[in-house]
């Protein structure tokens, strides 16, 4: 039996120090404080939670899966239990607001736990991820009666969420959903049928809040005649009967009437839900009516870094898992005809370097991400540079960047999970294809992560097209500015005074300046032409997408090098500097030599790959318009 996930906490300390100072969120006051006593304490009691009682459910989820009954949906055993010590434990409420009986923490911290969560069981992250989301939509868009009925039980999570978008007939295309919505009183009644719908219907806890998007009678066709409804699964005392025991009023006509037979996350109940079956789902509108999808993004794109962040902790567990397999299975023998272990052949540790230099690159992405999405959250006037730019004008910028980042953590993440966990079967061989092997499960449970809350080409279509053409790469044009400079700061570091031969970063940071120069090229190219080739953005925006996110995986590594290459083992928590490495048995330097390594490694392997997609993307609309589809 393989052993429990173990949280990374070394890797974790320092991708979090590192997007921390990135960001330059010390000038937030009050923040440094979280980054920490309280961060070490969050990310440890994360760890245990994860290896005690989440990770050790991972396989026995998986087997089970959920069910559905007469009374509803019913989890696989321990699912229950280990929610209701998720939610004692704190962990639901860790970055919620405050006003609502959360503790406010950085996103910064949520997503180095939100990456944990993932990684020791994916099936039973994405319910609390849910709430996540549904609590900022709802804080943002929701009226003051709705906020303060629901969003301390969800903020607590004594009540989860879901997000009924797609329909049998609209997958992506929302455009098209049929569910309708009329007016009932104060409120609305709904009917209508959502597909795919996760953690639709479970028995973890007495309500769920599901956010429905439906038309109205009249309403604008396509998008712009989209409302978004709080649906809940138990109506309220006041429009059903009198609560008991502590549960809202009458059931809502809102049922699962049928569960997902799916190829991985087994254990999370993936819906078809019918609304309006028995009269009318009893629902109210958030936001405007017809500004429904603007809403439902807000949680939309908390929920594509999340994927990120998900996939990134499956990523680390298979790498974890492969190691383990690699240190201990033998087959081959050395000079001396001793046996030895696969670890020792070189194919091995490439396949193993490889699988650790995307995961922690990916990480630090991700954790990026996180970082500038606190920086738009601040209040106005705690941004402690206002004297130079003004307050408003960095959470701008900051609005700017996570803009440009979404789509990357999400897309290129949930691919590297996907690579990261074939590499795992491949080094366990035989051994991985077998059920009966947790790799096999991570590799299945890693795929969905391309593929919801958006296809990774619908996250390429919205960095090209809204991200980069609409500004005429201004976004991307400060994001290559930064790479560069990162780059440039490894080059000054990178003298033969300052490190030991054989140890050069140049294989990093020269390829890391030349693709930000090609990348901008390119980018030019591809918004002065658009405008003429409408089909230009189509056939070239998702090796656009992969060639910025390898470039920026490589943008991570420099940072991550830089500090290690500053790393002072008399002085570990000095500006530049790594922490101690906790969870880690190695010693400072040891942890030092490991993260130059893997840079050096990504530079020389995993950086390359950008020269493939940038030949995609300079061949533009080439082959890709002319055959008709009878001939594809």
């Known amino acids: 039996m393989p052993t429990p996930y173990e949280a990374p906490l070394a890797l974790i300390r320092a991708a979090i120090d590192q997007a ?15 980054f920490g006593d309280t961060a070490d304490a969050v ?8 290896r005690d009682v989440l990770s050790p459910l991972n396989a026995t989820g998986d087997a089970a899966s959920s069910r559905l009954i007469a009374e509803g949906v019913v989890t696989p055993k321990g699912f229950p239990e280990a929610y209701r010590r998720f939610c004692a434990d704190g962990w639901p409420t860790i970055c919620a607001p405050q006003e609502f009986g959360g503790q406010g923490l950085p996103m910064l911290l949520g997503a180095a736990v939100t990456e944990t969560w993932g990684g020791a069981n994916l099936a039973f992250a994405m319910c609390p991820e849910a709430a996540n989301g549904a609590v900022e939509a709802l804080r943002l868009h929701a009226a003051p009666a709705l906020r303060e009925r629901y969003l301390p039980p969800l903020v ?7 997000m009924c978008l797609t329909e049998p007939q609209a997958g992506s295309d929302l455009s098209t959903i049929r569910t309708l919505a009329e007016p009932d009183g104060d409120g609305w009644r709904l009917a209508g049928r959502k597909i795919f719908i996760s953690w639709g219907d479970h028995d973890l806890a007495d309500n769920i809040v599901h956010l429905v ?6 309403a604008p066709a396509g998008l712009g005649g989209i409302s978004l409804f709080l649906v809940p699964k138990m109506l309220p005392p006041d429009v059903g009967e009198p609560p008991a025991a502590g549960r809202e009023g009458l059931r809502n006509d809102i049922h699962a009437v049928s569960l997902e037979h799916k190829m991985g996350i087994r254990a999370s109940p993936t819906c078809v839900m019918a609304l309006g079956e028995h009269g009318g789902a009893r629902g109210w509108l958030v936001g405007p009516l017809n500004g429904g999808l603007a809403c439902l993004f807000t949680m939309m794109n908390h929920m594509r870094i999340g994927v990120g962040l998900h996939s990134t902790g499956l990523a680390e567990r298979a790498w974890q898992l492969a190691r383990s397999y690699a240190q201990e299975r033998r087959q081959g023998r050395d000079a001396a005809g001793a046996q030895r272990p696969i670890i020792e052949h070189q194919d091995v540790r490439r396949m193993l370097l490889t699988m650790k230099a995307l995961t922690h690159g990916a990480r630090c992405l991700a954790y990026h991400a996180a970082a500038t999405l606190d920086v738009t959250l601040a209040k106005v006037g705690e941004v402690d540079k206002v004297d130079k730019v003004g307050d408003e004008a960095v959470r701008e910028r900051a609005r700017r960047r996570l803009a440009l980042l979404t789509p990357l953590v999400k897309a290129w993440c949930s691919d590297v999970a996907v690579e990261v966990s074939s590499l795992g079967v491949q080094v366990h061989g035989g051994t991985g294809y077998i059920e009966d092997s947790e790799i096999s499960q991570v590799y299945r449970d890693a795929r969905i992560g391309p593929l919801f809350e958006g296809t990774n080409y619908i996250q390429a279509q919205d960095l090209l097209v809204r991200r980069v053409i609409r500004d005429r790469g201004a976004a991307l044009e400060e994001l290559l500015a930064e790479m560069e400079r990162a780059a440039r700061n490894l080059e000054h570091l990178d003298t033969p005074a300052a490190r030991p031969a054989g140890t050069s970063l140049v294989a990093l940071s020269a390829p890391l300046l030349a693709e930000c120069a090609h990348l901008r090229a390119a980018a030019r190219r591809i ?4 405008g003429s080739q409408p089909d230009l953005p189509g056939c070239v925006a998702y090796p656009f997408l992969q060639w910025l996110a390898v470039v920026a995986g490589g943008w991570q590594w420099a940072l991550a090098a830089h500090d290690a290459s500053r790393h002072n083992p008399s002085d570990p928590g000095g500006p530049g500097g790594l922490r101690e490495p906790s969870g880690s048995h190695g010693s400072h330097d040891e942890f030092a030599r490991a993260m130059t390594d893997c840079a050096r490694f990504y530079g020389a392997h995993i950086l390359p790959r950008a020269r493939a997609y940038a030949a995609a993307v300079d061949s533009g609309t080439d082959i890709l318009v002319t055959p008709r589809p009878a001939e594809i």
């Open 213 to 218: 998007l439906a038309r109205t009678a009249g």
């Open 43 to 50: 990310l440890q009691g994360a760890a245990r939670l994860a």
């Open 527 to 530: 918004v002065d032409s658009s």
């Open 156 to 162: 607590s999570g004594e009540w989860t969420a879901s």
């Open 20 to 34: 921390a100072r990135a960001v330059e969120l010390s000038s937030l006051p009050g923040w440094p404080e979280a």
